[in-house]
């Protein structure tokens, strides 16, 4: 069982993300985070096994929060929830080492393979 920590500001999309996380793959959240910085803070309290990580966010975004992160925990895995128009930010996530990306509109069978993979 993995532990997930999810990064949004929109409560529709965590409380879809916490769905699918613990209801269908039976893994469990261990905190949501309304923007980057607590998203940041939150990580290095409760070390998660995995991030899901939404770009657009208010006091500190998606791009930053992952960069954090990333300095905090090298090895840390960070699912970045993107949306159209977005392709600047995905290569500079790539650069920064997301390790998977979730597409907005959220797909429901490519989110459910996207996340079973990284919490093996
Ligand atoms: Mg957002």
Redesign the pocket.
């Known amino acids: 069982m993995a532990k997930f920590l999810i990064v ?3 409560t529709t999309s965590r409380k879809m993300l916490r769905e699918i996380i613990e209801h269908e793959l039976g893994h469990i959240v261990i905190g949501e985070a309304s923007d980057g910085a607590k998203g940041v803070k939150m990580y290095d309290a409760l070390h998660p096994d995995v991030v899901t990580m ?4 208010p006091v500190m975004d998606g791009i930053e929060a992952l960069k954090e992160i990333k300095e905090l925990n090298p090895e840390a895995k960070v699912i970045m929830i993107t949306a159209a128009g977005q392709a600047k930010m995905i290569t500079k996530a790539v650069d920064l080492g997301a390790d998977e990306f979730i597409a907005k509109p959220y797909e429901h069978s490519s989110i459910v393979e996207i996340l079973k993979k990284l919490a093996l």
């Open positions: 949004d500001d929109s939404d770009i657009t966010m």
